[in-house]
């Protein structure tokens, strides 16, 4: 199995609301990423977990909360969500965040937030 | 600088021609190289992955890398419409002990049948 699955694949939210992303993967993987990707634009790096603990947190607002409940889970808790925070949130994993082969990370589907 | 660079095209060419994609990189540590091909509303897939100088081909994808010229490229043999997409180039850096994936804007190529 070489698939990273993600849900919802659409959520849409009002700015008051709760919600959280999910991702799964079961390639052995022991480093998850989240990203954050705008139209027309590269994906950004969100946050690292290697080895279930957080590694990189890119100044991300507290509004995006991260958690990893186990090496092959990895949720993402949205609270207050701004308009501007509508995008693609994509899921990855890698075998582990060195270098090398190790560090090819491989995307799930994504979820397309809009958020009202 | 940025610390990743594509040309954002489109680069358009003909079905059956070749298509050649470049992409520059600033930090003269890096290690790991890779192309993720994204078609329209969907997740980067990755296609090729090259860590050392030289060519490497898989099927009808070759990679290219040029360490001392900072250089990566992705060329594409016997282009297909269904090839066109976009395609991010992303480096492998250094951020306070961790590996970080640096993504250049990507090059969208349209092949034309």
């Known amino acids: 199995d070489t698939e990273v699955t993600q849900t919802p694949k659409h959520l849409v939210m009002g700015m008051t609301n709760k919600k959280s992303l999910k991702c799964e993967q079961h390639?052995?993987?022991?480093?998850m990423y989240w990203y954050k990707q705008k139209a027309k634009k590269p994906p950004e790096l969100m946050f690292v977990?290697?080895?279930?603990?957080?590694?990189i947190n890119e100044s991300v607002p507290s509004r995006f909360s991260p958690e990893c409940p186990n090496s092959s889970l990895l949720n993402l808790h949205l609270h207050a969500l701004q308009p501007e925070d509508s995008a693609l949130y994509l899921c990855?994993?890698?075998?582990?965040?060195?270098?090398?082969?190790?560090?090819?990370?491989?995307f799930g589907p994504g979820t397309r937030l809009t958020v009202l | 600088q940025k610390e990743v660079e594509q040309n954002s095209g489109p680069l358009s060419v003909p079905e059956g021609a070749i298509a050649s994609l470049n992409c520059t990189y600033s930090?003269?540590?890096?290690?790991?190289f890779f192309w993720y091909r994204q078609y329209s509303g969907k997740s980067p897939e990755l296609i090729m992955s090259?860590?050392?100088?030289g060519d490497k081909e898989d099927g009808r994808f070759t990679a290219q890398l040029n360490k001392a010229s900072q250089y990566v490229s992705l060329l594409i043999r016997d282009s297909q419409p269904s090839d066109s997409a976009t395609y991010l180039c992303?480096?492998?850096?250094?951020?306070?002990?961790?590996?970080?994936?640096?993504f250049g804007t990507g090059t969208r190529l349209l092949v034309s049948p």
């Open positions: 992303a480096v492998m850096g250094w951020n306070t002990g961790f590996q970080k994936l640096v």
């Open positions: 390639m052995g993987h022991r480093a």
């Open positions: 090259i860590y050392s100088n």
């Open positions: 930090d003269r540590v890096s290690q790991s």
């Open positions: 990855a994993s890698s075998q582990d965040a060195s270098g090398g082969a190790g560090g090819e990370q491989f």
């Open positions: 977990y290697s080895y279930e603990k957080l590694s």
